[in-house]
């Protein structure tokens, strides 16, 4: 069973940066995808990012794509989403996650963690 802790988000201001550590517990298998998940007040969860956790392979939505960039440490077992150029939108929890490649679902999860970015 693995587990998923996220950390890093705080509050910013327009046009800062920030990273999100998301640290893995137990076994992760090199076939798995990693993704990033975002969640603002009164929407659904919406697609951040995914990788391979290899890292062979990377995909990111429109909205991010460009200022968000998405990493994975297997040393550290660890993934990292470094976000740029933070806009007011991008306010809300952010969650990784984690299935095996041929999965549909995004079977675990972390608990989130807050940013928000003032304006």
């Known amino acids: 069973q693995v587990r998923l802790v996220e950390s890093g988000g705080r509050t910013v201001q327009p046009g800062d940066s920030l990273r999100l550590s998301c640290v893995a517990s137990?076994?992760?298998?090199?076939?798995?995808?990693m993704g990033w998940f975002r969640q603002a007040p009164g929407k659904e969860r919406e697609f951040v990012a995914t990788?391979?956790?290899?890292?062979?392979?990377?995909n990111y939505s429109d909205f991010v794509a460009g200022r968000f960039i998405a990493s994975t440490d297997k040393r550290a077992n660890t993934m990292y989403l470094q976000m740029n150029g933070l806009k007011p939108e991008d306010t809300g929890v952010y969650y990784c996650?984690?299935?095996?490649?041929?999965?549909?679902?995004?079977?675990?999860w972390g608990q989130g963690t807050q940013v928000t970015v003032s304006s």
């Open positions: 137990g076994r992760v298998l090199s076939s798995y995808m």
């Open positions: 996650a984690t299935r095996p490649r041929h999965a549909t679902d995004w079977g675990t």
């Open positions: 990788m391979s956790w290899t890292g062979n392979i990377l």
